[in-house]
């Protein structure tokens, strides 16, 4: 059974600091890594996207990838209230199919 | 580019009643994936298509079924509405090179 695991949360951070959230999966084919955004009562959206190890930057937004450890995590950095919301990660699995956890709900405290 | 369009946007069935949701995917996407989502739930999978063809399911019950035209274009339906049907339906579509998914606005289906 492939499995993506994430606390649930609610993780709450002031505004202003780093918001780091994380993911762990158990297929280690895996080959490709997400992370949407899901506001309440929207659907998700795409933020960011990772092939390999190391870190990818877009914005405030940096993904971490460690294959070996199966470990993908997200960071926001100046945390803003409109980043209050529900952070999905997915991983890619060899089928085409992806693989969702539950998701971590962020909170940021003005 | 369109995005993902999925219609209806809200809909009200009764039990034992069936229904018919439609997912236009972006265009070129081949690949178009139905998810069920109720309050405080994360993703449920329901199944994806692929060029016509089921290539992924996930443990729904029959009363769940999908298919794909030859425009990408899916629909999905569920039988015998029961109350705990009740939920956002989302459509998510990909490119031919990968699994990154693109969601659709869903559809919130409401079974009274």
């Known amino acids: 059974q492939k499995e993506v695991e994430q606390n649930s949360g609610p993780l709450s951070v002031p505004e202003g600091a780093i918001a780091s959230l994380n993911c762990t999966y158990s297929?280690?084919?895996?080959?490709?890594f997400f992370w949407y955004r899901q506001y309440s009562g929207k659907s998700p959206e795409l933020i960011m996207s990772i092939y390999s190890n190391g870190d990818k930057e877009d914005g405030r937004f940096t993904a971490q990838l460690n294959k070996a450890s199966q470990y993908v995590s997200l960071l926001i950095r100046d945390s803003q209230p409109s980043d209050s919301a529900t952070y999905l990660c997915a991983v890619g699995d060899s089928n085409y199919q992806l693989i969702w956890g539950a998701g971590t709900k962020l909170i940021i405290k003005p | 580019k369109a995005g993902v369009t999925q219609t209806p946007r809200y809909l009200i069935k009764t039990r034992g009643q069936q229904v018919t949701l439609s997912c236009s995917p972006i265009?070129?996407?081949?690949?178009v994936s139905w998810y069920q989502q109720t309050p405080g739930q994360g993703l449920q999978f329901l199944f994806e298509y692929f060029s016509e063809t089921q290539r992924n399911k996930g443990n729904f019950p029959g009363r769940f079924s999908g298919r794909q035209f030859s425009n990408s274009r899916s629909e999905m339906n569920v039988s015998t509405l029961e109350l705990g049907d009740s939920a956002l339906y989302l459509c998510?579509?990909?490119?031919?090179?990968?699994?990154?998914?693109?969601f659709g606005q869903g559809t919130r289906l409401t079974v009274v």
């Open positions: 297929d280690r084919v895996s080959q490709s």
């Open positions: 998510a579509s990909s490119s031919i090179s990968s699994t990154e998914a693109f």
């Open positions: 265009s070129g996407h081949r690949s």
